[in-house]
């Protein structure tokens, strides 16, 4: 299956759609990266390379933000919510919905759990499971950060908020927790990559939107 998707995806890597025909919004089945903006302009993209960093936090997978945009890694499969019926591809996603987010190159699942972060010791964000498998730690939702002049489904390029189920923790990076030589060893795998953690409020180190991907629509 990990085969098979990165077989259609590498054609169309940073693709983006909108349209007037349902095209302007996130849905079931696409593969999207979450871009998060730092207050100085810089752009970060929600991704992983499968590395894990020993001796801190609870060893699965890294989860990290890069300024890299043009790369595999970088490229999350939004799925259905554990446990719920496999969403019909091509679906709107609402907000409030639950929902995961898959790696594309790893196959792990976008998680969090009650583990301090290891950089700025807030909730740590990690990748878990094999092949899309998981368990109810890797649920989220999504919420609209202008809630008043939003509409009930995830628009691509809104900015918004992602909301960890289980813990009510919000997805947040920041360029003041970053993996350097100093916290991270000389041969790093992550250096200059900034830490993803869960946040226990909504704010600027948590807003994300999706603009690039490829968007599947009925």
């Known amino acids: 299956m990990k085969s098979s998707i990165l077989f259609v995806l590498a054609s169309a890597l940073a693709s983006s759609v909108s349209g007037d025909d349902g095209s302007e ?23 992983s390379g499968g590395e894990r960093v020993q001796g801190a936090g609870s060893g699965q997978q890294l989860i990290t933000a890069s300024t890299e945009k043009n790369k595999m890694s970088s ?9 719920q019926n496999p969403c019909t591809t091509g679906f709107k996603i609402a907000y409030g919905n639950r929902f995961r987010l898959t790696h594309v190159e790893t196959g792990s699942n976008l998680h969090s759990h ?48 992602i909301k960890h189920v289980d813990t009510s923790m ?45 968007f599947l629509h009925k």
């Not at 041969?187 to 807003?207: I, L, Q, T």
Request: proline share 2%; hydrophobic share 25%; with cysteine.
């Open 25 to 47: 919004y996130v849905t079931c089945g696409s593969a999207v990266k979450l871009q998060h903006s730092e207050s100085n302009g810089s752009i970060y993209y929600l991704t």
């Open 75 to 83: 490229l999350w499969l939004i799925k259905e919510g554990t446990g």
């Open 114 to 161: 009650l583990v301090r972060s290891p950089l700025s010791q807030q909730q740590e964000v990690t990748g878990f499971g094999n092949g899309g498998e998981g368990d109810r730690g890797d649920d989220w939702t999504v919420q609209a950060k202008n809630s008043r002049n939003s509409g009930p489904y995830w628009k691509i390029g809104e900015d918004v908020f």
């Open 170 to 214: 919000y997805l947040g990076s920041s360029d003041q927790a970053k993996f350097t030589s100093r916290n991270c060893g000389r041969n790093c795998p992550v250096m200059n990559h900034n830490e993803v953690f869960g946040r226990n409020k909504a704010d600027s180190f948590c807003y994300w939107k999706t603009e690039h991907g490829i």
